[in-house]
């Protein structure tokens, strides 16, 4: 994958570290979250070719495993602030003004998403009853061959609450996939660490010819976080 390069060794130039001195008012915690951003190598990567988050590694490198962004294809990404998967998958899919790939990208979030070239941005509620209808009318009433989900609740700091937050979006992203994509869809999403829970594991391998858990060398080692891939999705009725 074209990710951070440079990182030193013999023939390569050293990257300096940064330190961060702790401010007054800052938390040791915020202190050591920003020196971890600037000695990040992804995250320097990230602005230097111009996506909007360290993000957009994980899934460009999923995808050059697994190859489900093809070009023409229809994709969801949900969770999608600040855009580094969704820039990822105008690149990968097309745009549909190209006169070539004609994919549709359409991205959802809470908070508002700076406009992004090719790709079609709802702000609203992913679990609120109405945007379901929106979504599909924002897709043109039609399939979806992929659902990306890298929705996650605001850490609270307990591991099993949080655990348990982030399985309750990825099983609702996992419902509303089963309804909207087309036979042979895709469906990737963020968990944490331990994986899919069991029951919602049994019900995608009942829904998908293949699942598999992927943790990207773009997330951080320290991270919980990991990615479910369900792919051939088996359409019933």
């Not at 105008?90 to 070539?100: A, C, I, K, M, Y």
């Not at 994986?195 to 990207?216: C, D, I, S, Y």
Request: some cysteine; glycine content about 12%.
């Amino acid at each position: 994958m074209s990710g951070p390069q440079g990182r030193g060794g013999k023939g390569g130039a050293r990257r300096l570290k940064t330190r961060v001195r702790t401010a007054r008012g800052r938390k040791l915690s915020s202190t050591r979250w920003l020196q971890r951003q600037l000695n990040d190598p992804y995250v320097e990567e990230a602005r230097r070719q111009g996506y909007r988050s360290r993000a957009a590694f994980k899934l460009k490198e999923i995808d050059e495993r697994f190859g489900f962004l093809k070009p023409g294809a229809r994709v969801l990404d949900l969770g999608a602030a600040p855009g580094g998967w969704t820039q990822i998958a105008v690149e990968r899919v097309g745009d549909g003004e190209d006169g070539g790939k004609g994919g549709r990208v359409v991205g959802v979030d809470l908070t508002e998403i700076e406009p992004i070239a090719g790709a079609v941005l709802l702000q609203l509620d992913f679990l609120d009853p109405e945007a379901p209808q929106i979504i599909r009318q924002t897709m043109g009433d039609a399939p979806v061959d992929v659902v990306l989900s890298d929705m996650a609740a605001p850490a609270c700091g307990h591991k099993q609450t949080d655990h348990l937050k982030i399985m309750a979006l990825c099983e609702a992203a996992l419902d509303f996939a089963a309804e909207i994509l087309v036979p042979g869809g895709v469906f990737l999403a963020k968990v944490l660490q331990g994986g899919a829970e069991n029951q919602m594991l049994a019900t995608m391998k009942r829904q998908f010819e293949t699942v598999r858990h992927v943790k990207p060398k773009a997330s951080r080692a320290d991270s919980s976080e990991m990615y479910v891939l369900a792919t051939g999705f088996r359409k019933s009725g």
